[in-house]
């Protein structure tokens, strides 16, 4: 990322020297490397048709679609653009989002990734091998033969353990050092004590040696970590790759030159032009240019705003259809972006850090492994009179069967299958404890404008027009990049209309669009400009021969809205609407949603605080929403939710991602959510069971190398299969 | 028990076969995908010869 600056100065060839090294480094740019996510894609047509019909592409090398990933990778000839590629895509039929390609965690987790898969493997080719030895002593083998398994075990189960146990040694040491508890402090001691004590009775040709079943605790406790890992780490890199909506950079306008700077570079009094469909990279007033903004993201309101000298703008509004001179009147730290990002900050922080059911098992159940295991010892040097070794053995045997590898895989196991399943159905965890959270929710905010609606405006009432009006309405509407004339277009386009023949025709901006048909002006735009009565709804006015029409829009609802509202309720969960919207609009829509709950006009702060008034009544709220105005009551509510097509900050404050349109997903999520919880429970109570029915028999000095390793795989095995069942 | 003596190395040396092929999938990035993999089997575009390596695919 570079920005070329070009300043007035004294020598013209100067001012051309950067163009031209930008155009050199133009020619010079590596191949492209454009990585989409797509959330549609499901099945093996779906990698068929992308895959040919990306393949034909000009300038396209290669394309590879990972459908575990919902990921799209594109090798192309420099100048092939994302957008290209996800219009291409669009045609195909699937919607895309680009991610940034650059970021370096992708790397770093698919190395993570990898590496644990490795120290997987190797404990479980590690675990096999011994195994087969540990069966022949089992059954019976004796003397020299007996010695030797254990010696060639030994010899196989050290620089395993060595290797593969290395991620819970780390976190063992690491927590020890910050004077925690966690479980891998505990783990850490059985394996390496365990091995100690199996080595030594090794040597002294003792009857029993637990090699297989300290690397079968790493096994199970390896898959447990992997399965929490590869959760997470599909959520992170589709959540946060997601590109930045905000442009960092701002034509600035001095002496009638201008130039790209950035936006941290502006000053307060500096004037940028923002262009049409430009981004405002500022707070200010308009100084000169006349326009219409869309403040929909910011406010929530469906409708463009005029605008015209002394208008005040906010950095992140969209301008429209005229280029703007903007004064500065607020940058960087003090703009509205910022406040709003500092207010995000601050609820945050005001939510407390939430402590998961595994962190709670595991700091209630963590002391009691080396308690247990030195309260046998102690009991044992005390029975026998003070023979170490017995005691040491006993000690050892409750260490490995209290070592919870079913507890490890008890959460991830379900995470993973209720992640997994939410994953096919387009929704992403990005947070770990989010699932847990949304169990837990009992009532269900959503924002309006982008969430429940998809905030782009349909046509409503084309039906009422002739042919002749739609003909004309549809040639003004083509040259506008106006959001109501763009929908309009489209709209007419589908109905097969073909646009007439019209002259000079040309936008004013901020108000419409003017032209000459058979010899008459006609016009399409705001009412007062066109001379009709404006209306209360959502509409374009049409003037031609001397009568105005009024094409009149409504905001499409987003599919599965109605679903997920009715669903929702069903579950018994109260659901909210509030916008920031007039008041109109939100009952409205509310009625049609059947949604007893609503408030409009609401600002961004006046969200949040109805959050916090909800949340200290004691509800759990679960907040859906997309724009800057949610971002804050995004952080304050007990978990959130927003679509893709949401802004950058909306993205990064909510816990979940709706990966495609449809928000029927929600309801599935916090009902999948309760049965995971349930799983997670059963999980629980089922290793604790293995436990209390075999931890006696290990203090009681029955416990043998075989009774571990069968409990050790028999529990993990029972916790994984119940977490399958996840519907 | 002679045997053994045979039977041993030879059970060693194919679990260290096994482990060998493992660690060449896993750098072959054969565990990327595992939902595409299934997917892509009833694909007929490379029933003929596979499809060739990208370069920087490693």
């Not at chain 1, 009544?617 to 907040?623: S, W």
Request: include cysteine.
């Amino acid at each position: 990322m570079h920005s070329v600056t070009i300043r007035p100065s004294a020598c013209p060839a100067c001012d051309a020297a950067p163009a031209a090294e930008a155009l050199a480094g133009k020619a010079a740019l590596p191949d492209a490397r454009i990585l989409l996510s797509v959330p549609d894609v499901h099945c093996a047509a779906c990698i068929g048709t992308i895959e040919r019909g990306m393949a034909q592409m000009e300038g396209v090398r290669s394309v590879r679609l990972n459908l575990t990933l919902k990921r799209l990778s594109v090798d192309a000839k420099a100048g092939v653009e994302a957008s290209d590629v996800i219009s291409r895509l669009d045609r195909l039929g699937y919607e895309a989002h680009e991610l940034d390609p650059g970021t370096l965690s992708m790397t770093e987790t698919e190395k993570q990734g990898r590496e644990l898969l490795m120290r997987l493997g190797v404990s479980g080719f590690a675990m096999m091998n011994i195994m087969l030895l540990s069966v022949a002593v089992w059954a019976g083998a004796e003397g020299a033969t007996r010695d030797m398994f254990h010696l060639i075990s030994a010899l196989i189960a050290v620089p395993t353990v060595a290797f593969a146990g290395q991620p819970f040694f780390r976190n063992a040491w690491k927590a020890l050092r910050a004077g925690r508890m966690d479980m891998d402090a505990p783990i850490s001691v059985a394996l390496v004590l365990t091995l100690f004590i199996s080595i030594y009775e090794t040597l002294q040709s003792g009857e029993h040696a637990y090699f297989e079943a300290v690397v079968m605790l790493i096994f199970f406790l390896l898959a447990g970590r992997y399965l929490d890992f590869r959760a997470r780490a599909v959520a992170r890199s589709a959540a946060q790759e997601l590109s930045a909506l905000e442009v960092p950079r701002a034509v600035r306008l001095v002496d009638g030159v201008e130039s790209t700077v950035q936006v941290a570079d502006l000053a307060v009094g500096d004037v940028v032009v923002v262009r049409p469909g430009g981004r405002m990279p500022v707070d200010g007033v308009i100084i000169s240019g006349k326009s219409e903004i869309d403040r929909a993201l910011l406010t929530g309101e469906t409708l463009p705003v005029f605008a015209a000298q002394g208008v005040i703008v906010s950095a992140g509004e969209v301008n429209l259809t005229g280029p703007l001179q903007v004064r500065v009147t607020a940058a960087g730290k003090d703009s509205s972006l910022h406040r709003m990002a500092d207010l995000v900050a601050t609820a945050e922080s005001a939510r407390t850090r939430y402590t998961t059911a595994a962190e709670r098992a595991a700091s209630a159940y963590a002391p009691t492994i080396p308690i247990l295991s030195f309260g046998a010892f102690v009991v044992w040097m005390y029975l026998s009179g003070g023979d170490l070794r017995l005691s040491l053995n006993i000690a050892v045997a409750s260490l490995i069967i209290t070592c919870p590898c079913a507890l490890g895989l008890a959460v991830p196991a379900v995470v993973t299958s209720a992640s997994g399943k939410m994953f096919r159905k387009g929704l992403l965890i990005k947070d770990g404890t989010a699932l847990e959270r949304l169990a837990e929710v009992d009532t269900v905010v959503f924002d309006k404008t982008g969430t429940l609606t998809m905030g782009t405006p349909v046509p409503t009432n084309l039906d009422q027009h002739a042919p002749d009006s739609c003909a004309v309405a549809l040639a003004l509407a083509e040259g506008s990049s106006h959001p109501l004339a763009q929908a309009l277009a489209r709209a007419l386009h589908e109905r097969g209309v073909h646009p007439a023949a019209l002259d000079s025709v040309t936008e004013q901006p901020g108000y419409g669009m003017e032209g000459q048909w058979q010899g008459q002006r006609v016009r399409l735009g705001r009412a007062d400009w066109v001379g009709a009565d404006a209306r209360t709804t959502t509409a374009a006015y049409l003037a031609m021969g001397g009568a105005t029409h009024a094409f009149t829009f409504a905001d499409h609802l987003r599919p599965g809205a109605a679903d997920v509202v009715a669903g929702l309720q069903a579950q018994g969960k109260a659901v909210w609407l509030i916008s920031g919207d007039v008041p109109g609009a939100v009952q409205e829509l509310a009625q049609r949603l059947n949604i007893a709950d609503w408030q409009a006009g609401a600002l961004p702060q006046d969200k949040a605080d109805k959050i916090n008034a909800l949340q200290a009544a004691g509800h759990k709220v679960l907040m859906v929403g997309d724009g800057l105005n949610d971002t804050v009551a995004l952080s304050a509510a007990h978990v959130s939710i927003s679509p893709a097509s949401a802004l950058d900050a909306a993205r990064a404050a909510s816990d979940m991602v709706l990966l495609g349109r449809d928000i029927t997903p929600v309801a599935d999520a916090v009902r999948m959510s309760k049965t995971a919880m349930r799983r997670i429970r059963e999980n629980f109570w089922q290793s604790g069971i293995y436990n209390v029915i075999f931890v006696p028999v290990a203090l009681f000095g029955y416990a043998t190398p075989l009774w571990a390793a069968a409990i050790m795989s028999i529990s993990s095995i029972s916790v994984t299969l119940n977490a399958l069942r996840l519907k | 028990m002679e045997v053994l003596a045979i039977l041993i190395p030879v059970s060693l040396f194919l679990g260290l076969l096994g482990l060998g092929a493992f660690v060449w999938t896993l750098r072959k990035g054969m565990y990327d995908d595992p939902d595409g993999d299934s997917q892509r089997i009833l694909d007929t575009r490379y029933d003929d010869k596979p499809k060739p390596m990208p370069k920087d695919d490693d």
